[in-house]
């Protein structure tokens, strides 16, 4: 699996959209792009995922560029909630299930 | 209803006893997950089971030893604990093609 790079940690002001860079350069094609969260003492929880095209939920959007070397996954109006690790993960989708390797991640810090 | 759910939340045992962590699901997903979360907060993944059967299997010690007895359940049993066993253990499911893994709320295994 490719491996991922993100800031160690981020600030964002409570209200304000927080944008979570990823790279993601050796990226291959069957390859999508995971994001999950951990709040703090709780298990992970799945965001979003995407493999080509740009992708949003109720949760977030994910931006995936062209070349899809780097995303950004963007939380349009942080709350206090959102404050957790976020985790950015490159994985082919196999049929026994996936195998997510997670890194350091980033730790979003929302603030008042 | 949980979804994911461990028990117990909380294991405090010594040194070269035998234990084990149950995990069951109410999501009627195929493919469960054990992860490992080692003190400086890496997840890894140990196995995968896919339909009761074995997928993905790490390098992990032959003293872990994963049972299926349904798709609804997969426990980890431990033998003769170590001290660096001592870490948070997640179970997670998902519906096989499908990336969304849910999270079970952790076992924090502590080994004196």
């Known amino acids: 699996d490719a491996k991922t790079t993100q800031p160690t940690s981020m600030d964002c002001a409570e209200g304000r959209a927080a944008n979570l860079p990823c790279n993601h350069s050796t990226i291959s094609g069957n390859e999508y792009v995971y994001w999950y969260r951990q709040i703090h003492s709780q298990g992970p929880q799945y965001i979003i995922h995407?493999?080509?095209n740009n992708e949003t939920n109720e949760m977030a959007s994910l931006i995936i560029t062209e070349d899809r070397k780097s995303s950004t996954l963007i939380l349009p109006h942080a709350t206090l909630r959102d404050t957790a690790v976020y985790y950015c993960?490159?994985?082919?989708?196999?049929?026994?299930?996936?195998?997510?390797?997670f890194g350091t991640g980033t730790q979003l810090k929302v603030e008042l | 209803d949980t979804a994911v759910s461990q028990t117990p939340k909380y294991l405090v045992t010594q040194m070269g006893n035998d234990k084990s962590i149950k995990c069951e699901q109410n999501?009627?997903?195929?493919?469960m997950y054990w992860y490992k979360q080692d003190s400086k907060k890496f997840l890894k993944i140990m196995f995968s089971?896919?339909?009761?059967?074995?997928?993905i299997n790490e390098t992990v010690p032959n003293r872990f030893s994963p049972k299926s007895p349904d798709k609804a359940h997969l426990n980890l049993h431990i033998n003769s604990l170590e001290l660096g066993d001592s870490a948070v253990y997640f179970c997670a499911s998902s519906p096989g093609h499908f990336p969304e893994a849910f999270f079970g709320q952790g076992t924090r295994l502590t080994v004196v």
């Open positions: 089971y896919n339909n009761k059967e074995l997928i």
């Open positions: 995407g493999l080509k």
């Open positions: 999501l009627g997903h195929d493919t």
């Open positions: 993960i490159v994985s082919v989708l196999t049929g026994g299930g996936n195998k997510l390797t």
